[in-house]
């Protein structure tokens, strides 16, 4: 989407993609900190201060881990997963909303038979993420649900853990 | 929600509800510009410059029709109906974005048998909605498919009219 104001009505395609709206999908490369992701921007435009993205995560995929000082604000609109945000790994299904605070380390897993599809809220002006140092990621996997959450080796039975 | 930041995770229940946020039930007055229709407030932040609500109209309900400087980026998140958008009815179903540019005249109504339920990400600082006058009214329902719209009285087959 373009930075003028998009049409009034833009149609859902049953496939998680809607009319007039790009499709990115991010390029793996050597060493890849996220997997089997792709964003559409839903609402962006001069006159709107928060800008409104869908992200899409593949079964067994997931999304760069990081922090930043902007928020987000994330509904998940499609299957299911779990959540990394701040220190705590949390089972998320459809309709779920999760915050992320400030400065959390945060990442997103989809579950390994189900796609993980969300919206994200951000600020339009915002800051670049920040990928953690090796000493970050060690201090995170000294936790041992979040080790296991990060390696991917996270036994995954879909029951909320809230 | 307070101006606090929100749990990490609020779960979400199957009747359109979610945790920890709470449910605005418009009062419904002598000459009521809207019907049946409920508000929650899903996200909103000091460090957040958009914010994102809940709607929901019950069947046969509606929004009121206005207009203001800020603009609605809307995701119906839950069933079907139409919309005035400036001088087009259109018919919207589940997932279908809605863009009101600014000072656009709009208005939200739920199928006579759905509900409609949707997403709207607005600025937090934002101007104050403006009614029409009874000339603005009579120079819209000087349009007839417009007329019907906002009298009810539209014959909804509950097919897209794009």
Redesign the interface.
């Known amino acids: 989407m373009s930075q003028e104001?998009?049409?009034?009505?833009?149609?859902?395609h049953g496939d998680?993609r809607?009319d007039a709206?790009d499709l990115l999908a991010y390029k793996e490369e050597g060493s890849v900190p996220f997997k089997a992701i792709t964003r559409q921007t839903?609402?962006r435009?001069p006159?709107?201060?928060?800008?409104?993205r869908y992200f899409e995560v593949a079964p067994g995929g997931y999304s760069t881990l990081e922090r930043h000082e902007?928020?987000h604000?994330v509904?998940?609109?499609r299957g299911r997963g779990q959540c990394l945000?701040?220190d705590?790994v949390?089972a998320?299904?459809?309709?779920?909303?999760?915050?992320?605070?400030?400065w959390s380390w945060h990442q997103f897993r989809a579950a390994p038979d189900a796609p993980l599809g969300f919206?994200c809220?951000?600020?339009?002006?915002r800051d670049k993420p920040c990928l953690p140092t090796e000493a970050e990621r060690q201090a995170l996997e000294a936790d041992p649900a979040i080790a296991a959450f990060l390696n991917g080796s996270v036994a995954y039975d879909g029951a909320?853990q809230?």
């Open positions: 104001t998009a049409p009034t009505i833009r149609r859902f998680y809607w709206t839903l609402f435009d006159n709107m201060a928060g800008e409104l902007h928020m604000g509904l998940i609109l945000v701040g705590q949390q998320i299904e459809t309709h779920d909303l999760v915050t992320v605070p400030p919206l809220m951000v600020n339009v002006e909320r809230s």
